[in-house]
């Protein structure tokens, strides 16, 4: 049971990545994933290329610390977390979380938990190029009333 | 020293990803002044409200305490995933 927390330029091959979950101790008998795309339409506008851009030292730790939280939370077995830097395109894959757990609620809340705090806390921005030239996407209130509903504080 | 980064959109803005300051600083709220009496026209990005602060890879505030060495980042709210 030893996490994996990667920030790459690379692709990853969800399969491989779902069976390094199911590896994992037989008594999880729950795997939740989850993978983000690059979408063709943002905030109004036809998006083309994405460049995502990070804070190379600060973003591993924060990416542990939600990892960290997540387990402490809901005990959870094997958590996977990949985040892609760099250049990417249209249907790319962007991120990938997977978490084994006992039981399916755990697995579930777990991954969205970790999704919810890495959308709000980790140190990742996009720049779109859109129709109307490069532009820096604009963070939203929904992502951080997602976050909220898990400390109450809404 | 104070190594000071800037990054996503306003890395734009400020014109520049790092740099570094000389004299010393008691806290984040006291560097922003530094920086903003060098550049003056980085004033409303520095000081606006969604600004956030990072001191040596650890968010902060305008009250978290400095000492020589440290590195200080500035962004925007986040927006990966």
Known sequence: ?154 | MIKVLFFGQLKDQVQTGSIEVAQSVEDVANLKKTLVLYHPQWSEYLSADSTLVAVNQTIGNENTLLTDGDEVAFFPPVTGG
């Open chain 1, 1 to 154: 049971m030893s996490d994996v927390i990667a920030v790459q330029t690379e692709d990853f091959d969800h399969s491989a990545l779902y069976n390094a979950l199911r590896q994992d101790s037989l008594s999880n008998g729950a795997i939740v994933t989850f993978s983000g795309l690059v979408r063709d339409f943002n905030q109004g506008l036809a998006v083309g290329d994405l460049f995502l851009e990070h804070y190379p030292a600060m973003t591993q730790i924060s990416l542990q610390q939600i990892v960290a939280q997540a387990r402490a939370r809901w005990g959870l077995g094997k958590i996977i977390l990949i985040h892609r830097v760099g250049h990417l395109a249209q249907g790319d894959q962007i991120v990938f979380v997977g978490v084994t757990s006992m039981h399916r609620k755990a697995a579930f809340e777990g991954a969205q938990f970790i999704m919810d705090y890495l959308k709000t806390e980790a140190p990742f921005w996009k720049k779109e190029s859109t129709e109307l030239g490069d532009k820096w996407v604009q963070a939203n209130v929904s992502d951080t009333t997602a976050r909220q509903r898990w400390t109450g504080d809404e």
